[in-house]
């Protein structure tokens, strides 16, 4: 389709009848020869960033997430080169949001960790906001993917104003009495200062991750897709796994399954192990190799898992049991995966 190859679709539909076209002339004081038209109105504006599980999209079943990422950097005034870095990456297909904000060294070493387990098809930044090191980064692995780079506070939001959008735009309110009130998700509550008693502004440690929330909401607004998306508030806190991984306790009993201390692969790992792309193509990778999944979404999940393979003894214990349970009942794997077949994101 042309979304697939690179364009920006957009649907146009007829939005009035002949009857109401005829109402509207009898109305108007002066007509003209372009009036004694049915009107005509965007619908809808689709990219590879902004695509959602319609019929007329192509695939459905496409199993590859594709991510509109949007990212804003606060350089340091140090000689040691390093960002902070505000981020936020959007499934479309799934209404998934990751929010997140972290520092960064003068390699980019997180950044480029993120782009590499969460690769973007259309990337947002800001004007004149990011360091030459951080717009070559974008250019340099992302050819392919869609930039746009947005106008401050008018395209690119502030944090204020990103909230501000978000409350009057009543994604998140729920009946109070008789009135209605803002609930913000978890995850945003969390982002916002304790000072602000309204609740219309965001804490210093994530000023830049609403910031890049902003410009998010901005292009799925201009896409006709924000209520869509953000009435789900499926947001998800994005923390880099070395990150993750230093505030973990390996003695904690407390640790769910399956979660833990995890490896970090980073891009040039990733890249010399061929564990997800063997020079743009999957072929002759672990992936494909093991990828043997019928969902797309057990698919995206397994790759989450290749890309951050685990580390805690107790949870590769329990995995492994997992595996050698399912592996001495071919029965309950041929039911799971008939279930599992007809099952959609």
């Known amino acids: 389709t042309l979304v697939q190859k690179g364009y920006k679709v957009a649907r146009v539909e007829q939005t009035e009848t002949p009857v109401m076209m005829e109402q509207r002339l009898k109305k108007s004081p002066a007509v003209g020869k372009c009036d004694r038209v049915v009107k005509r109105e965007i619908c809808s504006i689709t990219s590879k960033g902004t695509r959602t599980l319609n019929f007329w999209m192509g695939d459905v079943g496409e199993s590859e997430s594709s991510f509109l990422l949007a990212v804003k950097e606060k350089q340091s005034t140090s000689v040691s080169g390093e960002s902070v870095y505000g981020v ?129 909401v901005w292009c799925l607004k201009r896409c006709f897709i924000d209520s869509e998306i953000l009435s789900l508030a499926n947001f998800k806190l994005f923390e880099p796994l070395d990150q993750v991984d230093k505030s973990t306790s390996l003695d904690s009993a407390s640790l769910p399954s399956f979660t833990g201390q995890r490896m970090v692969l980073d891009d040039i790992t990733l890249a010399n192990l061929d564990v997800l792309d063997n020079r743009g193509r999957t072929a002759g990778t672990l992936l494909e190799r093991i990828d043997h999944c019928v969902t797309p979404f057990g698919k995206r999940l397994l790759k989450g898992w290749l890309c951050a393979p685990l580390c805690h003894p107790k949870a590769i214990n329990e995995r492994l049991d997992a595996v050698s349970f399912l592996m001495d009942n071919p029965s309950v794997i041929a039911n799971a995966r008939d279930v599992l077949k007809s099952q959609v994101d």
Not at 136 to 148: E, G, K, M, W
Not at 180 to 206: C, F, H, N, T
């Open 88 to 216: 936020c990456f959007v499934d479309t297909c799934i209404g998934q949001i990751h929010i997140g904000q972290f520092s960064d060294d003068r390699q980019c070493s997180r950044l480029r960790t993120l782009m590499a387990h969460y690769p973007p098809v259309q990337v947002l930044y800001e004007q004149r906001n990011l360091s030459t090191k951080t717009l070559h980064l974008v250019n340099q692995l992302f050819s392919t993917a869609l930039r746009d780079c947005l106008t401050p506070g008018k395209e690119f939001w502030s944090s204020g104003k990103t909230l501000r959008a978000l409350a009057e735009g009543e994604y998140f309110t729920c009946d109070e009495g008789d009135m209605q009130q803002v609930k913000w998700p978890e995850k945003i509550q969390m982002m916002l200062s304790e000072d602000d008693s309204l609740g219309l502004s965001a804490s210093d440690r994530y000023d830049l991750a609403v910031s890049a929330l902003g410009a998010c």
